[in-house]
């Protein structure tokens, strides 16, 4: 089992521990909070943040709404959140594990501000991870491509982002992916560009793609839905022979088994210039526009 490092409503409701309103410490026992029919417990390594337990608590739960949201449930029956606390104000390495079950940890500044929660994406990154398989290390551009593809459109479909931010991110990131000379495909460039936004970009190409082929009918959602109930979590190990096959089943073709036969093994450039044009999406100097009578717009809009 490899470690993985980043990074609805009525749903989520707090059970019994230490409750919202207490002030936990190091050493004491985790708070319990329920999402859906599954539980997740966050530990905390230090004494009190400058913001209150409720407000941190209130961050894993909107993270887990967003991941909730994404897969039609919590993607795993129980998982553990542990916060370390660091210096400054900031969110930072996130890491998941899924020997000895679903867990994480995430680096919290001792002075993080509210708006600092509500902007993080680190912890929804490290939910999304709960929901699909390890894979073999030279497969690690998936299973961190996914993480990278669906946090923005995962915290958008519970309102935390605009459809506009999550394009923005999307055109300004996605260019990292892109093979650079001497690329021998995802299974054998293991750069950080290639491994996560070469991954999104596989995504994002195969969310494209399968709405094409099923009249927009279906996406990568359902691909990544069924793989999760059919028990590919962190906490199991899938070749990824599986994982495509299940995704493919569900989606009614063989979108993922195509794509991945043609960018595993050697270099693929995807023209993004003409793809934002076919989505109608226009970068501007204040953001990102939607032009509705583009090819594709109707693709996009149902991505997000």
């Not at 998941?96 to 990154?125: E, K, M, N, P, Y």
């Not at 993480?147 to 999307?170: D, F, K, N």
């Not at 996406?219 to 590919?232: H, P, T, V």
Request: charged share 20%; with cysteine; hydrophobic share 40%.
């Amino acid at each position: 089992m490899k470690t993985r490092r980043t990074v609805l409503e009525g749903l989520l409701s707090v059970a019994s521990g230490a409750g919202m309103s207490a002030v936990l410490r190091a050493g004491d026992p985790p708070a319990r909070l329920e999402v859906g029919d599954a539980s997740i417990e966050v530990s905390f390594d230090s004494d009190p943040f400058d913001l209150g337990q409720a407000a941190l608590l209130d961050w894993v739960m909107q993270s887990a709404r967003a991941a909730t949201a994404y897969f039609g449930r919590f993607p795993v029956a129980h998982a553990r959140v542990r916060l370390l606390q660091s210096p400054g104000a900031r969110v930072s390495n996130g890491v998941s594990f899924g020997d000895h079950g679903a867990r994480c940890r995430i680096t919290v500044g001792q002075h993080v501000t509210q708006g600092d929660l509500d902007d993080d994406w680190v912890l929804t990154h490290e939910m999304i991870h709960f929901g699909f398989p390890s894979v073999e290390q030279r497969h690690h551009w998936i299973e961190e491509g996914i993480a990278t593809y669906v946090e923005p459109i995962a915290r958008a479909q519970v309102g935390l982002l605009t459809a506009e931010r999550v394009w923005r991110e999307i055109v300004d990131g996605m260019p990292q992916g892109l093979p650079a000379p001497g690329d021998q495909g995802l299974d054998n460039t293991h750069t950080w560009g290639r491994t996560y936004w070469g991954g999104a970009l596989f995504c994002l190409v195969a969310d494209i793609e399968i709405r094409k082929r099923t009249a927009n009918a279906k996406g990568l959602q359902d691909a990544l839905r069924a793989i999760n109930r059919a028990g590919g979590t962190i906490e199991a190990d899938w070749p990824l022979d599986r994982v495509i096959e299940v995704g493919d089943a569900a989606t009614q073709g063989k979108t993922l088994m195509e794509l991945y036969g043609q960018m595993a093994s050697r270099p693929v450039t995807v023209d993004l210039s003409d793809l934002w044009k076919q989505l109608g999406v226009v970068r501007g100097d204040r953001g990102v526009t939607f032009d509705n009578r583009a090819a594709l717009a109707s693709i996009r809009a149902s991505i997000c």
